[in-house]
């Protein structure tokens, strides 16, 4: 018997033992080399114009770079993590203490609903509902449930959640070294990354110019995502915020980060979190406060189809429904970093597909003719 092109065979099967070898040796940091390939894409323009002014100096132009990334997205995520987590500690004891101020609230707006013709109709089906005992069993299941629900997704975070907010939890052990790695492959990014893109385009079987269209397809989406959902979330939610903070809504920054990923969203956005707000204000008699957070809301809501298509602009040409089945299916799939991840792979699915109608054109005609 013989076996024809054996030692083919046999080399794409040692190719293939060793490839997977070298991905498990990479596998504990891909959320890292994937955080710090996006920022290398993202800022590849303003590393462009600082190596004008320092021509020669590309590894003093990287560390710069690597600063700046620290500087402006690093620590306040750090800063903003520490500060929610806290804030979600002060909102779990706040609702499982009796006679807080907080269970005051719960039972006054409970009361309002059960005196009111929706209470009625509540009736009618379960029967008359025993307000503080039903209440409490809520706010004990509300409470658990809050801490069910923190430390799972603390637990179940990757990437950017495990950096961030997982250390405390995990230690800091952890976190320091996926920032390390984070900033040493940052650091090669700005410095090499031509070199790599190049490499791996050479060894891609694809043309090159399917190479190209998947590369700007992922820097589009990069671009994209952090303009259109990081700049307009922080907007909606820093003024979603304030608006809170002067209402008297206790827990503002925990807010603000729940209305930064609410803003993906089309046309609600932080209004999902904003309007339910002023409604209970004016159910607890704070009117003043519920017209206020109205208002603010009907100006959070807006500011996505004005701001929007001047920030994206031609980054993206993907429909808002896409965009956001992206955001939140990345996010449940691979946590807090797949409002990124999500959207990204969605275009590179959309741009494979775009290079399969173009390559299959004459047979998509003659089948579909």
């Given at each position: 018997?013989?076996?024809?092109?054996?030692?083919?065979?046999?080399?794409?099967?040692?190719?293939?033992?060793?490839?997977?070898?070298?991905?498990?040796?990479?596998l504990p940091f891909l959320s890292a080399i994937f955080v710090a390939a996006l920022f290398a894409g993202i800022f590849a323009r303003p590393q462009r114009l600082l190596l004008k002014y320092l021509k020669g100096y590309?590894?003093?132009?990287?560390?710069?770079?690597?600063?700046?990334?620290?500087?402006?997205?690093?620590?306040?995520?750090?800063?903003?993590?520490?500060?929610?987590?806290?804030?979600?500690?002060?909102?779990?004891?706040?609702?499982?203490?009796?006679?807080?101020?907080?269970?005051?609230?719960?039972?006054?707006?409970?009361?309002?609903?059960?005196?009111?013709?929706?209470?009625?109709?509540?009736?009618?089906?379960?029967?008359?509902?025993?307000?503080?005992?039903?209440?409490?069993?809520?706010?004990?299941?509300?409470?658990?449930?809050?801490?069910?629900?923190?430390?799972?997704?603390?637990g179940n975070a990757s990437g950017v959640a495990k950096s961030f907010v997982k250390k405390t939890y995990e230690g800091i052990v952890g976190s320091v070294l996926w920032i390390f790695v984070l900033f040493f492959t940052?650091?090669?990014?700005?410095?090499?990354?031509?070199?790599?893109?190049?490499?791996?385009?050479?060894?891609?079987?694809?043309?090159?110019?399917?190479?190209?269209?998947?590369?700007?397809?992922?820097?589009?989406?990069?671009?994209?995502?952090?303009?259109?959902?990081?700049?307009?979330?922080?907007?909606?939610?820093?003024?979603?915020?304030?608006?809170?903070?002067?209402?008297?809504?206790?827990?503002?920054?925990?807010?603000?980060?729940?209305?930064?990923?609410?803003?993906?969203?089309?046309?609600?956005?932080?209004?999902?979190?904003?309007?339910?707000?002023?409604?209970i204000m004016f159910f607890l008699g704070h009117v003043w406060q519920g017209i206020f957070l109205l208002g603010v809301g009907l100006v959070v809501t807006s500011i996505d189809n004005v701001l929007r298509p001047k920030?994206?602009?031609?980054?993206?040409?993907?429909?808002?429904?896409?965009?956001?089945?992206?955001?939140?299916?990345?996010?449940?799939?691979?946590?807090?970093?797949?409002?990124?991840?999500?959207?990204?792979?969605?275009?590179?699915?959309?741009?494979?597909?775009?290079?399969?109608?173009?390559?299959?054109?004459?047979?998509?005609?003659?089948?579909?003719?």
């Amino acid at each position: 018997m013989k076996l024809h092109n054996f030692n083919t065979y046999f080399f794409f099967g040692v190719l293939f033992l060793v490839s997977m070898g070298a991905f498990l040796l990479f596998l504990p940091f891909l959320s890292a080399i994937f955080v710090a390939a996006l920022f290398a894409g993202i800022f590849a323009r303003p590393q462009r114009l600082l190596l004008k002014y320092l021509k020669g100096y590309p590894g003093t132009v990287a560390m710069l770079m690597c600063l700046f990334v620290a500087l402006v997205i690093v620590l306040p995520i750090v800063g903003i993590g520490n500060i929610v987590i806290g804030e979600v500690a002060e909102v779990v004891e706040e609702v499982t203490t009796d006679g807080s101020q907080a269970q005051q609230s719960i039972r006054r707006v409970a009361g309002v609903i059960l005196n009111s013709p929706v209470g009625g109709m509540i009736e009618s089906r379960v029967g008359a509902v025993d307000l503080d005992s039903s209440i409490s069993d809520t706010i004990a299941n509300l409470g658990g449930g809050i801490l069910s629900l923190t430390e799972n997704s603390l637990g179940n975070a990757s990437g950017v959640a495990k950096s961030f907010v997982k250390k405390t939890y995990e230690g800091i052990v952890g976190s320091v070294l996926w920032i390390f790695v984070l900033f040493f492959t940052l650091f090669y990014f700005f410095l090499d990354g031509k070199q790599f893109v190049k490499k791996l385009m050479m060894l891609s079987p694809l043309k090159d110019a399917h190479e190209e269209l998947l590369i700007e397809k992922f820097m589009s989406m990069a671009r994209a995502t952090l303009k259109g959902t990081f700049i307009i979330g922080s907007i909606q939610g820093s003024l979603g915020g304030i608006a809170f903070l002067i209402a008297g809504i206790s827990s503002p920054m925990l807010w603000f980060v729940v209305m930064v990923f609410l803003s993906v969203i089309p046309a609600l956005g932080a209004g999902l979190v904003i309007f339910p707000a002023a409604f209970i204000m004016f159910f607890l008699g704070h009117v003043w406060q519920g017209i206020f957070l109205l208002g603010v809301g009907l100006v959070v809501t807006s500011i996505d189809n004005v701001l929007r298509p001047k920030l994206v602009g031609n980054d993206t040409q993907m429909h808002s429904l896409l965009i956001f089945f992206g955001t939140i299916g990345g996010m449940s799939v691979f946590g807090l970093i797949g409002f990124i991840v999500g959207p990204i792979i969605l275009a590179l699915a959309l741009a494979m597909w775009e290079i399969y109608a173009y390559e299959f054109k004459a047979q998509l005609k003659k089948y579909n003719g």
